[in-house]
């Protein structure tokens, strides 16, 4: 767990920032848990069943926390991994998750893309509660990570990792595909040869 200052999200785009999804918001509680490594070495299939299932614990975990504040007179809302708004067409996060977790102090977000930290690699899930309770901002992390390594920019299939913009696009087009009537990640090899994972 890990707090953020909304007022430190000065970057977000309009309308994606704390105070866009909750009126008078101060503080943004991120919550995280790691990921089982073996899940890295399923089918996508496997893979995509345990994904599902993290997100749900995250979401239900929020809710408590959520609840907790809420009780002691604050507003909350509470930002899951599956849930936003469309933007031409495509899901966007209320925030994004993993920067409220970079302001939070949890972990770097690395080359993949994905909130790195030494302890859990780049195998977090992550949840949010936003708040207008003013809580103290913990620090961002003080250490590095992908030091001049490149090798999920080089085994990325889709060529989304560059040193000028993760594409988005082609993340999503090469890793997500509708297989029997349900979305399945059929690529996450960006986790897998991260030295972290």
Same mark, same amino acid.
């Given at each position: /767990? ?14 994606? #920032?704390?105070?866009? !999804? =909750? @009126? ?13 490594? @073996? ?6 299939? @496997?893979?995509? @069943? %345990?994904?599902?299932? /993290?997100?749900?614990? /995250? ?9 907790? %504040?809420? #009780?002691?007179?604050?507003?909350? #809302? ?11 067409? #495509? ?5 994004? =998750? ?5 302001? $939070? ?8 893309? =994905? ?12 949840? $949010? ?30 060529? !989304? =990792? ?15 595909? /509708?297989?029997?009537? $349900? ?15």
């Amino acid at each position: /767990m890990g707090i953020a200052a909304s007022k430190d999200f000065g970057q977000a785009p309009e309308g994606f #920032k704390p105070t866009d !999804a =909750l @009126e008078g918001c101060v503080s943004v509680v991120v919550l995280g848990t790691p990921f089982p490594k @073996e899940a890295l070495l399923k089918s996508s299939e @496997e893979y995509t @069943e %345990i994904r599902n299932a /993290m997100l749900k614990n /995250m979401n239900a975990v929020a809710k408590d926390v959520a609840k907790k %504040i809420k #009780k002691d007179g604050y507003k909350v #809302k509470v930002i899951n991994g599956t849930a936003g708004k469309y933007v031409n067409g #495509k899901l966007y996060g209320h925030i994004s =998750l993993k920067h409220a977790a970079e302001l $939070a102090g949890l972990g770097i977000i690395g080359r993949n893309y =994905l909130l790195t930290n030494p302890e859990s690699g780049n195998l977090l899930w992550l949840s $949010a509660v936003l708040t207008d309770a003013e809580l103290v901002p913990d620090r961002k992390a003080q250490y590095t990570v992908c030091d001049n390594c490149d090798k999920c920019v080089d085994a990325c299939p889709s060529g !989304a =990792l560059d040193d000028v913009a993760f594409g988005f696009k082609e993340c999503s087009e090469t890793c997500w595909k /509708m297989v029997n009537g $349900a979305w399945q990640l059929v690529c996450f090899v960006c986790r897998k040869v991260c030295p972290y994972g």
